[in-house]
């Protein structure tokens, strides 16, 4: 048990970070015919410097031995095993506590082939092995290929079996299987759509189902990352030969399935604890200085994933929790699923940061929900193959198809990197990153990622693509699609399904679409003759006007006696903005918003500071706010008791509440017959 675990986390975790390495082994494929009936399929392994392969055959309970794996045809058969040469060094190895065999800078594997086929035919197949250095190893799993010349009177084909070769050095190079690949990218396609579904199910309680399925998905996904994927078959191998019964090795499987539940869980309730407070939330998610974090971490992520450079965690992390899985019995399982979390971080970490920075928008439920859910989707998979080991030949084989799962993933990772940067943008008012501007960046990245799909862009740790299959097509196609779907936001289109991740209305530089007929409504209508306070620095989209400022707000309503809908906002509020997309841009809204009422507009994450004379001491906390954002915020905490948003209440022009407070709703026709019910119960007598 020892020495599998080895195996499986103290090598892995040493080299597995980010993204897999590059092969120290380069292979070279050749074909050399005997006779018109037989060859030998020759593989030559130039391994780098200070690293080994091991051989074929040494006792078990060690490293991997390399084996050579070949797709079953009736145009050829098998004779013998795979010889290899020369003869392998046998070592002590002090990791693995035994004796092995292994290969330094250079090896040849020779399989000699009967042919049964007239015609030329392919032989296709991987090797699996395992490569080490001083103080870590990698495991890899690529595919082969031979093109084989058809024999001539097959009937009558006799052989020499004693015959011998010498060592090739073919000048063949591997190819990659799409199948495998397009299922990766599949999957990262699908995470995509998924993430810009994201903005819909942010909405609190009613989103919390669709949030868990959400989570659930981005665990799967995680599953497919190029430092998660190759354990697998290591980690059941634990399950398989640890236990003396079935119903041990069913009951260990699902404490270790439990135990990833409880770790990831645990990570979501301490962020939720600990961002309860409004105060907190609200600087972590408005602040330059965590937002420029999350964005560097994000650049970081993708350059990784691009193949820039590998990050790799200390491995103490690790190997103190692989130490406790010697130990045996049940307790193994937790600190098997303790190291799996610790190695898994590296690659799902932009996941799972993309779930918790939820809690920057004041979310204190959801960061729980998501990592169960992610938990859920990541564990599941490893227990149900602990528990049916059998499925495990249903798997695609891990290989050179991740590299093209780690590119497409960097993609989507630089893309809502933008995101923390235009919440800068936003809270400070330094109109650097417009929406025009966002969008053509997003824009210039999923073009590219269409391009990269299609094999025009090859990237360092890229294999060739020979030939683009149809389900790769598709997904390349819907990435360009996504892009020219992106181009009508350049003239100020809602872009209605990623309208919550996108800057608001407000930050469009040229726009050419009709604002929906509010002009119709002249500003004196809806507003006193003073200027609204702050209308320089904070606007509303759509032609909508209002205050910024709910003191001269009210004294505004109370002079046109009209009711008042005051709407707290935020710049970094994705729900905000996908309602003001979906809802606010409908002309009977707007016509409300505009000729009924007085709006005003309070900004709970603006960081412009007030004069000392408006600053205000907060009955909630008894602190001094000396922000716009901070005295909004309080006004909602210590009038109206929320500190979620959007959120919309309705006054008579004297202050008093007068219906139900609103939040998130897409549906204009539900949130026009609010604001209808707000018009008649004003105008009661």
């Known amino acids: 048990m020892t020495r599998i675990t080895l195996i499986l986390f103290f090598t892995f975790f040493s080299v597995v970070g980010f993204s897999q390495p590059a092969d120290p082994v380069t292979w070279n494929y050749t074909v050399e015919k005997i006779d018109n009936q037989t060859a030998n399929l020759v593989f030559y392994a130039d391994i780098d410097d200070n690293w080994h392969l091991y051989a074929q055959d040494f006792a078990e309970g060690g490293p991997l031995r390399t084996t050579f794996h070949f797709d079953e045809s009736d145009k050829y058969e098998l004779i013998d095993g795979t010889d290899e040469s020369p003869e392998p060094e046998e070592v002590y190895d002090e990791i693995f506590e035994m004796d092995v065999k292994q290969f330094s800078e250079e ?73 495998d690949a397009d299922k990766s990218v599949s999957a990262e396609t699908e995470e995509l759509k998924d993430d810009e579904r994201t903005a819909s199910d942010q909405e609190g309680n009613q989103s919390l189902i669709g949030f868990f399925l959400f989570s659930v998905l981005l665990g799967f996904a995680g599953i497919l990352t190029p430092c998660v994927f190759p354990m697998i078959p290591m980690t059941i191998s634990f399950f398989m030969q640890s236990a003396s019964a079935r119903l041990q090795g069913i009951i260990k499987a699902l404490i270790f399935g439990l135990s990833i539940i409880i770790l990831y869980t645990s990570v979501g309730l301490i962020v939720s604890l600990t961002s309860a407070s409004a105060d907190f939330t609200g600087t972590l998610s408005t602040h330059w200085i965590p937002n420029l974090i999350f964005f560097l971490l994000f650049l970081v992520f993708a350059s990784s994933f691009f193949g820039l450079f590998e990050i790799v965690l200390p491995s103490k992390l690790a190997n103190r929790a692989d130490s406790k899985v010697d130990k045996g019995g049940y307790l ?38 998501g990592m169960f859910g992610f938990a859920v989707g990541f564990g599941l998979p490893f227990t149900v193959l602990a528990i049916s080991p059998g499925w495990l030949k249903k798997l695609p084989k891990s290989g050179g198809w991740m590299n093209s799962v780690k590119v497409v993933l960097a993609f989507i990772i630089l893309a809502f990197a933008f995101k923390f940067l235009s919440n800068i943008d936003q809270n400070y008012h330094l109109d650097l ?7 053509s960046i997003w824009i210039a990245l999923f073009t590219l990622l269409g391009f990269y799909l299609l094999g025009k862009i090859k990237l360092p740790n890229d294999s060739d693509l020979k030939n683009i299959s149809v389900i790769r097509l598709v997904f390349a196609i819907a990435a360009f699609s996504f892009a020219i779907y992106l181009v009508p936001g350049l003239f100020g289109a809602n872009l209605n399904s990623i309208s919550g991740l996108l800057p608001p209305k407000s930050a469009q530089q040229f726009e050419i679409t009709a604002s929906g007929g509010v002009n119709e409504i002249s500003a004196s209508e809806t507003l006193c003759e003073e200027e609204p306070k702050y209308s320089d620095i904070l606007d509303l989209p759509y032609g909508i006007k209002g205050y910024f400022d709910y003191e001269q707000g009210m004294s505004c309503a109370e002079e046109l006696d009209k009711p008042v809908l005051v709407y707290f906002t935020g710049h970094s509020c994705s729900n905000c903005k996908k309602m003001q997309s979906e809802v606010w841009s409908v002309s009977e809204v707007q016509r409300l918003m505009n000729k009924e009422y007085v709006v005003i507009a309070l900004y709970v994450d603006d960081r412009t500071k007030l004069p000392e004379s408006e600053w205000i001491e907060s009955e909630y906390d008894g602190k001094v706010k000396k922000t716009i954002g901070k005295k909004n915020a309080d006004i909602q905490l210590t009038r109206f008791n929320a500190n979620t948003q959007p959120y919309y209440v309705i006054l008579d022009s004297d202050g008093e509440q007068i219906t139900d407070s609103k939040g998130y709703e897409l549906d204009p026709q539900e949130f026009a017959n609010y604001l209808k019910q707000g018009v008649e119960q004003y105008n009661e007598p």
Request: glycine residues 8%; aromatic residues 10%; negative net charge.
């Open 332 to 369: 193994a399982s937790f600190f098997m699923a303790l190291t799996l979390v610790l190695v898994s971080f590296s690659c799902t970490g932009p996941i799972v940061g993309a779930l918790l920075v939820k809690a920057a928008g004041g979310a204190v439920i959801e960061p729980t929900v």
């Open 433 to 439: 990153l417009s929406r025009d501007l966002y969008i």
């Open 107 to 179: 090896a040849t594997f020779t399989q000699k082939i009967k042919i049964k086929s007239e015609d030329d035919f392919e032989i296709t197949g991987n090797v699996e092995y395992q490569v080490c250095q001083d103080d870590r190893c990698v495991y890899f799993n690529p595919d082969f290929a031979f093109e084989v010349e058809g024999g001539e009177e097959v009937e009558s084909a006799e052989f020499d079996e004693d015959t011998e070769t010498d060592k090739g050095k073919g000048s063949d190079e591997k190819e990659e299987k799409e199948g």
